[in-house]
T-cell receptor
């Protein structure tokens, strides 16, 4: 079974530029998460989708971050414009719907450096 | 608001030792708890998942326990090996208003484990 796929693996941009990350969850998984992990800290939830609807985006900086999940499958996370403090690893995860089980599976992450 | 704390922040042990990592959470209304391993520069690998109705789960040399009422979980690693060196993260899944499993996964800060030969 293929895991959660993320791209790119690494990205370096200048502040005030824009960037987009892509995630392809495990096939059939209804729930998709985007997490931000700053060096030395635990992951922080940015947004959670259930199919193509948003369940929780309370910690998403909506003035600069946006995310969408088209047709309830792939998802993109965008930052525009980027700030220095956005340097982090962005992790995507997916889990099945509640009838199947709720173990979360993570991708390898995208490491963003803003200079 | 759920808060998850992991103690210790870092741990260094000689090979062969048994060790315990601790995780505590403030809101006991959880659906499940999951332990992850993270190697440097890598994503998270799921180690064990404990449902709220369970007391423990075992996988090989790993054993995780859950005491929901006191808001605590422990990860026990037997006969540690240098290959166990990594950051260990615990995460709890809260319940949403309907009592389903759509609640968000909240992470602790992690415990950095070093096992030296």
């Amino acid at each position: 079974e293929a895991g959660v796929a993320q791209s790119p693996r690494y990205k370096i941009i200048e502040k005030r530029q824009s960037v987009a990350f892509w995630c392809n969850p495990i096939s059939g998984h209804a729930t998709l998460y985007w997490y931000q992990q700053i060096l030395g800290q635990g992951p922080k939830l940015l947004i959670q989708f259930q199919n193509n609807g948003v369940v929780d985006d309370s910690q998403l900086p909506k003035d600069r971050f946006s995310a969408e999940r088209l047709k309830g499958v792939d998802s993109t996370l965008k930052i525009q414009p980027a700030k220095l403090e956005d340097s982090a690893v962005y992790l995507c995860a997916s889990s099945p719907g509640r009838r199947v089980g709720t173990e979360a599976f993570f991708g390898q992450g995208t490491r963003l450096t803003v200079v | 608001k759920q808060e998850v704390t992991q103690i210790p922040a870092a741990l260094s042990v000689p090979e062969g030792e048994n060790l315990v990592l601790n995780c505590s959470f403030t809101d006991s209304a959880i659906y499940n708890l999951q332990w992850f391993r993270q190697d440097p520069g890598k994503g998270l690998t799921s180690l064990l998942l404990i449902q709220s109705s369970q007391r423990e789960q075992t996988s090989g040399r790993l054993n995780a326990s859950l005491d929901k009422s006191s808001g605590r979980s422990t990860l026990y690693i037997a006969a540690s090996q240098p290959g166990d060196s990594a950051t260990y993260l615990c995460a709890v899944r809260g319940l949403n208003a309907g009592g389903t499993s759509y609640g968000k996964l909240t992470f602790g800060q992690g415990t950095i484990l070093t096992v030296h030969p």
